[in-house]
Each structure stands twice: as C-alpha cells, then as structure tokens.
C-alpha cells in the first residue's frame, strides 16, 4: 500500500505525480525546516519502519536515536539502517528523557496523534528537555478543528485504539511557556491525494493480499482509507507541520 520508503504519513505533493517522489518531497521539507547539517544530533520520537531516519542519517549525514513500541516496525527499521549511525529503541517516548545530552533536533512524524490529551504536555516537557539551545523541533500531525477528548469509536476499535486528534489550541496549551512556535504549515489537502493513492495501491494489491485476510477486513480498510480521504478533502481534518525552538534564534525565515 505504501510507497518504497514505507512511510505511513502524509505526502508533499507539490511537483510530484507518484507516490513515491511525494513522499521523498515530504522528507526533503522535513530537512529543510529543520536546517540540518551534518554531524547534528536527531532525536525521533514514533520512528514508523525507518524511512525518515534512513533518509536523515544517509542525506544529511546525522545520528539518529529513534524510539518506537511497535516490535515489528523497530525489527525492520533496525535492518533497514545497519550500516547507519542510527539507534532504533524499542521503547515508549517518555524513555527518551534518560537520553544523555541534548539533541540539535527533535522530529515526529504521525506520533502525537497516538499521545492522548492527558500527556500533551508532558510530551512538550520532554522536547523542551531534551532541545538544545537554538534548536529546533518538528512536529507533523494530523488535527481536528475542536478540541476533544476521544476519537471515532469505530477507528478506535478497529484501526488506531487510543488514538485522538489533537487541536491547534490543545497543542498551544501544551507547549505555552515551553517552547515558541516558529512555524505552523497546513498540509491537509495532501493527505486527501496520499489517501487516494493509498487506497489505488491497496486494491490493485487485493488479488495478492486476499489469501491473506478475508472479504470483511477489505471493507473494512477500504472504508477507513476512504472516510479518512474524505475528512481531509470536507476540511474537517487538517495536516499540520509545526517548527518549535526555545526562543533563542536570531529569526526563523519560513520554508517555502
């Protein structure tokens, strides 16, 4: 279903036609506003099946420390980035405190949709630990327009149990008197055309996939990649891609 990097989040589709030069568009913009150089200190919090810290540790020449709780994705994360100076913890995000040292960046990428309400701001407490001084820290989420505190019951039993959408007030009440927002960038129709190309890629799979599972897990997926599609293009959910710092830098010339 995925692209060749496997990334499981939203694709950056400006000057892209396929999947995968959006997806490679989307680490390019992660990069940038992150104003990466080589030797810096990467911490990512929800590190998926390894694209980003592949793509961070052998374009930019970074050491990456990526915590993740999923046994399987870690495993093939680890493979993934051998030869690279990338360490994949197979532990929760909170573990990340014990770190030595700060990090130069800080990145998560469809994690803080996993977090829940209750630990928003001790999410933002431990960037904030764990950011060095003029560093800068990335945040992509998917978010609701109001703030609330439960998901669809239907996505939760069936495809993300726990998850919950964040909104831009519970994210700025998380992060007040801890870090200064430099940029806040709304992706949303993106996630619309991914979810499409999702879905072309999961049904033109099914003749192989169906001796796998069985005809209700296909309505099943299909309903969620399309209901998902359709929040993003009715605008009822957004994709955000925010820049936090500590408030030291000089200025932070938005990205482009």
Same mark, same amino acid.
């Given at each position: 279903m995925l692209d060749a990097r496997m990334q499981y989040s939203c694709a950056f589709w400006e000057n892209a036609t396929t999947l995968d030069d959006a997806q490679l568009h989307k680490l390019q913009l992660i990069a940038r506003? $992150? #104003?990466l150089a080589?030797?810096? #200190? =990467? $911490? +990512?919090l929800g590190g998926g099946f390894g694209g980003l810290a592949h793509f961070l540790a052998s374009e930019y020449q970074c050491e990456v420390v990526s915590y993740s709780i999923s046994e399987q994705q870690v495993s093939y &994360?680890? +493979?993934l980035c051998r030869d690279l100076p990338v360490r994949f913890e197979l532990a929760d995000y909170r573990h990340a405190l014990h770190e030595p040292a700060p990090f130069d960046r800080i990145v998560s990428v469809g994690f803080l949709e996993h =977090? %829940?309400? #209750?630990?928003? #701001? &001790?999410l933002a407490e431990l960037i904030a630990a764990q950011l060095a001084p003029r560093g800068l820290c990335l945040l992509q989420t998917i978010g609701a327009n109001h703030s609330e505190t439960h998901t669809d019951p239907w996505l939760d039993r069936y495809i993300f149990?726990? %998850?919950m959408l964040p909104s831009l007030a519970q994210i700025g009440r &998380?992060? +007040? %008197? $801890? @870090? =200064? @927002? +430099?940029d806040l960038h709304n992706l949303g129709p993106h996630y619309d055309r991914t979810l499409m190309a999702w879905h072309r890629n999961f049904t033109r799979a099914w003749p192989t996939l169906q001796f796998n599972y069985n005809d209700r897990f296909f309505r099943m997926w299909t309903y969620y990649l399309l209901s998902s599609a359709a929040a993003f293009r009715a605008r009822t959910q957004q994709l955000w891609q925010l820049v936090f710092s500590h408030g030291d830098l000089p200025g932070y010339v938005r990205v482009t």
């Open positions: 506003k $992150l #104003r080589p030797g810096m #200190r =990467v $911490l +990512e &994360a680890r +493979e =977090v %829940g309400y #209750r630990n928003y #701001r &001790a149990p726990g %998850g &998380a992060c +007040e %008197g $801890l @870090l =200064v @927002l +430099e």
